[in-house]
């Protein structure tokens, strides 16, 4: 099984940024798909961001793109977040998610169901 350990979250003001790393540990043989998302207090999870297995397919909820990139890099079982931009209606509880692809496959997800291993989160706080 694969673990997934998120970092980088913390506070920031109104137009900062902040780089969010999700590490993979375990077996991390098969190729994954992976995901953002994040959850605001008081609120539901929402998808932020999809990346599919090497990196050539992305995917970005409206309200970030332009704003935020997802990316990844293997050798280092690695996904990244950069947050640019950030706005208040930015904080919440980051967390990445990954679901195991089959060799073929260069699909990314975006739903919260298609995945089955999840991080414990990071806080990312934007001050106004």
């Known amino acids: 099984q694969v673990q997934l350990v998120e970092s980088g979250g913390g506070l920031v003001q109104s137009g900062g940024s902040l780089r969010l790393s999700c590490a993979a540990s375990g077996r991390t043989g098969s190729r994954y798909a992976m995901g953002w998302f994040r959850q605001a207090s008081g609120k539901e999870r929402e998808f932020v961001a999809a990346?599919?297995?090497?990196?050539?397919?992305?995917f970005y909820v409206e309200s970030v793109k332009g704003r935020f990139t997802i990316s990844r890099d293997n050798t280092k079982k690695t996904v990244y977040l950069q947050m640019n931009s950030l706005q208040p209606e930015d904080t919440a509880v980051y967390s990445c998610a990954a679901v195991k692809v089959p060799d073929y496959s260069s699909a990314y997800y975006i739903g919260m169901d298609d995945y089955d291993v999840w991080g414990q989160g990071t806080q990312v706080t934007v001050s106004s």
């Open positions: 990346i599919n297995w090497n990196g050539s397919s992305l």
